[in-house]
């Protein structure tokens, strides 16, 4: 058998993972807030030849508008149910991010990541009708958290929306699934496979619902 001891050149893996983001194959997510941040994170990327930048967080991005709109970058919204960040801030300021990162044609989703995720992401379509209820339109709100995700994440050639070709992956409500009083979902399919929709906190629900 051939033998490789000899050979002593190396592959530096990390560097390797990376290359898909220079060939413009990859996403780049950063995690940033503040203005300041999320400025000098593009400008930074793009001059070292990355060009597919995705802010995640962006709670101060009306603040950095121009350089967004500049680099078509995208949002990935955290928890649009939260409190401003500083303290002489409007309480409505991140109600009303989403109308207005739409009106400045800025390609953002919705998100629930962080503490308790894993339940409170039940709550997600519910800052989609937040953010309704701020001034953004109901089918981009609803774009927010299904298509502009598929768009942002590259998947939207097969998921994101119902279209001849995609993947039949969809939920039916029986109300207005972005109202917390009249969300009902009855049904809900994944690449056309239904879903189970019983979970531990009906399980719960139904144990203790007659003591």
Same mark, same amino acid.
């Given at each position: ?13 990390? =560097? ?12 780049? &997510?950063?995690?940033?807030? &503040? ?26 991005? $009306? ?13 990935? $919204?955290?928890?649009?149910?939260? =409190? ?16 207005? $990162? ?9 998100? &629930? ?10 709550? =997600? ?8 209820? &701020? ?6 709100? %609803?774009?927010? %958290? ?31 699934? =972005? ?33």
């Amino acid at each position: 058998a051939k033998s490789y001891s000899q050979d002593d050149s190396k592959m530096d893996l990390e =560097l390797v993972s990376i290359k898909e983001l220079f060939k413009g194959a990859r996403n780049l &997510y950063i995690h940033a807030n &503040y203005a300041k941040d999320i400025r000098e994170s593009v400008r930074f990327f793009k001059k070292i030849g990355i060009n597919n930048i995705v802010i995640v967080g962006g709670r101060d991005a $009306l603040n950095a508008i121009s350089i967004l709109k500049e680099n078509n970058t995208s949002i990935i $919204l955290e928890r649009v149910h939260s =409190l401003p960040v500083n303290e002489d801030a409007a309480i409505d300021q991140f109600y009303k991010l989403p109308s207005q $990162l739409s009106e400045n044609n800025i390609l953002f989703c919705l998100s &629930y990541s962080g503490d308790m995720e894993a339940m409170g992401t039940r709550n =997600l379509p519910f800052t989609a009708g937040t953010a309704v209820a &701020y001034g953004l339109d109901m089918e981009k709100a %609803i774009a927010s %958290i299904s298509l502009n995700t598929a768009i942002i994440l590259g998947i939207e050639k097969t998921t994101g929306s119902i279209e001849i070709g995609k993947n039949a992956t969809f939920f039916i409500s029986s109300g207005d699934a =972005l109202d917390m009083r009249t969300n009902n979902i009855e049904l809900s399919f994944i690449k056309g496979i239904p879903v189970d929709l019983n979970n531990h906190q009906k399980e719960l629900f139904e144990k203790y619902k007659n003591r």
